[in-house]
């Protein structure tokens, strides 16, 4: 009977969709809480989740994905995220709903863009944690009794991060250095940072290497003959637009490059186009494929990649 309960669940998923709840305080609606920025329209969605209008007289529904429906099914949502410097001057947070917000998804996630835009992810839901590569030794600062980080196979590697084991504290280091809080306490909004280690987490996670080899495959079997095709297809795999002449041009350039240095270091070029447990492409050769794995790496590291937009 009390709509707080409401309250602060549909502002929760509110900030799920825009970025930023209706009031920006999600753990807290008490007195150090911030005033709703538009308390009409959380109170109607709270009421809404209640007792649905679709519903009859007397049914308290408290139907999740009717709410759901509601706020993506909205004007709101469904506007574009470019802004401008009228709006960036008078509403930098967005706060007004004049446009769609961008943020970086969750750190699970940022792992699971990466094994779906390589073709790996194993989209099969429940069963028991995985464990996916992680650096050696690093749990040895737990101490007593010695832990040992057993690497899954196969099918396993490719999971979504949300089936990723965690050890209380000492959580995966890429879910860690993309904000994911550690599991000693409950933990409702999580930071969202934009730091130097998750860029070098993009490029050198084993996870990202071998995603980024997969997706290189792709681009040589998929893509088209010509490197200019094949930068294309890779750009509307990952980020659903094609590239600008500038992008276009740069990648281009990368891949020439990197082609010329893994043609001159065989070996080198042997190890980067056989990273991780998955099938390799052997049809192609060794300085291509290691070549354009290079080029795979840059747009998985691109930000555009890993935000919502």
């Excluded at 007792?51 to 009859?56: E, G, M, N, V, Y």
């Excluded at 994905?65 to 995220?81: E, F, N, P």
């Excluded at 650096?135 to 007593?144: D, K, N, R, T, V």
């Excluded at 980024?212 to 010509?226: D, E, H, I, T, W």
Aim: proline share 6%; glycine share 6%.
């Amino acid at each position: 009977g009390n709509p707080l309960t409401s309250r602060v669940f549909v502002n929760r998923l509110w900030k799920q969709f825009f970025g930023i709840g209706i009031s920006k305080t999600v753990d807290d609606f008490g007195s150090q809480g911030e005033w709703p920025q538009h308390a009409e329209l959380l109170d109607w969605l709270a009421a809404e989740f209640m007792q649905p209008s679709w519903k009859a007289v007397g049914t308290h529904a408290w139907d999740v994905k009717h709410i759901i429906r509601v706020m993506v099914a909205s004007h709101a949502y469904r506007q574009s995220s470019l802004d401008n410097p009228q709006l960036d001057e008078r509403d930098p947070d967005n706060r007004l709903l004049a446009r769609q917000s961008r943020f970086r998804v969750d750190a699970e996630i940022v792992r699971d863009i990466a094994l779906s835009v390589s073709g790996l992810l194993v989209d099969r839901f429940g069963g028991p944690s995985v464990r996916p590569y992680e650096p050696e030794g690093y749990l040895i600062a737990l101490g007593f009794p010695k832990r040992e980080w057993p690497a899954s196979h196969g099918d396993d590697l490719y999971r979504r991060g949300v089936y990723t084991f965690w050890q209380r504290m000492f959580l995966h280091p890429m879910l860690l250095n993309f904000d994911s809080p550690t599991r000693d306490e409950c933990v409702v909004n999580r930071v969202n940072s934009n730091t130097p280690l998750q860029a070098l987490t993009l490029l050198n996670d084993p996870t990202f290497v071998e995603a980024a080899r997969v997706f290189a495959q792709n681009m040589l079997k998929s893509g088209g003959a010509r490197l200019e095709d094949r930068i294309a297809w890779a750009f509307e795999r990952a980020l659903s637009r094609k590239p600008t002449a500038e992008e276009r041009a740069t990648l281009a350039g990368l891949y020439k490059e990197n082609l010329a240095d893994f043609a001159a270091a065989p070996e080198e070029a042997r190890k980067l186009a056989h990273a991780g447990e998955a099938p390799g492409l052997e049809t192609a050769k060794p300085a291509e494929l290691a070549a354009m794995t290079t080029v795979a790496r840059a747009i998985l590291n691109l930000h555009e990649t890993i935000t919502r937009k």
